[in-house]
């Protein structure tokens, strides 16, 4: 597998993507088991993974998190379908809420299907934030809730000092900075990692990211714009 400059070693939760960072390509592989976490979906904070991206993707298909028969809000993108970019949806950042295992999405740069043309991917649970970009040409998503857009890349909403373990969670809106604590997780199953915009572009995008066994501590600064979690037990402000 390539390697690239990242601070640490990354989990199966960022492992798993397909990413282009200097020249580099890693392969989506299979996952084993069934993911819950934090979110409160499974009660216990802790996550296994479940099947491999293309599963995820055909296993979400059809399956709009805003249902058949609802319609998303103004300018929002339907939970499960491939849109392209100038046309069917526009450039900006979008959020996702209240994901299930089984939500997958991914930005390419053509429509040929090929590993080589993703420019980035991720499976979700709980909420997340994605930047497509004007020169995409396609982002794709599978058995997510509906993607609404994120003005100006801002979040409103009172910043909170307690989030799920599982999830993205914009600075300043969704969270406030500070220093956070998650206890008791199981060996390597928590994955966290700051990050400086929601492109997900490997090594351009991640501040700083670790793996965990029992309790994580970590300091998100009023500068970072994103803080990512997977697999960890409920985090809580302490600072």
């Not at 970019?85 to 299907?113: F, H, M, Q």
């Not at 080589?116 to 998503?141: C, H, M, P, Q, R």
């Not at 995008?205 to 037990?233: H, L, M, Q, R």
């Amino acid at each position: 597998m390539s390697q690239h400059s990242q601070p640490k070693q990354r989990n199966w939760f960022a492992r798993h993507k397909v990413l282009t960072a200097a020249g580099a390509l890693v392969v989506i592989v299979g996952i084993g088991g069934a993911l819950t976490g934090g979110d409160g979906d499974g009660g216990d904070g802790k996550a296994t993974a479940s099947g491999s991206a293309a599963e995820k993707k055909d296993k979400g298909a059809g399956q709009d998190g805003k249902g058949a028969g609802e319609k998303a809000a103004k300018g929002a993108i339907r939970g499960s379908g491939t849109y392209e970019v100038g046309s069917d949806i526009k450039p900006g950042t979008y959020r996702s809420l209240g994901n299930k295992d089984g939500c997958y999405w991914e930005r390419a740069k053509d429509s040929s299907g090929e590993a080589d043309a993703i420019l980035a991917n991720d499976n979700v649970v709980g909420a997340s934030y994605v930047t497509v970009k004007a020169e995409d040409k396609v982002f794709k998503t599978q058995g997510c809730k509906s993607w609404e857009p994120v003005a100006d890349g801002r979040a409103d909403g009172s910043p909170k000092t307690e989030m799920p373990g599982n999830g993205m969670y914009k600075v300043g809106a969704d969270i406030a900075p500070g220093t956070y604590k998650s206890t008791g997780n199981k060996q390597d199953s928590c994955y966290w990692e700051r990050t400086k915009d929601a492109l997900h572009e490997s090594a351009d995008s991640i501040i700083a990211n670790e793996n965990v066994t029992g309790n994580a501590v970590v300091t998100i600064t009023p500068g970072d714009a994103y803080f990512k979690s997977a697999g960890c037990t409920d985090w809580k402000k302490t600072g």
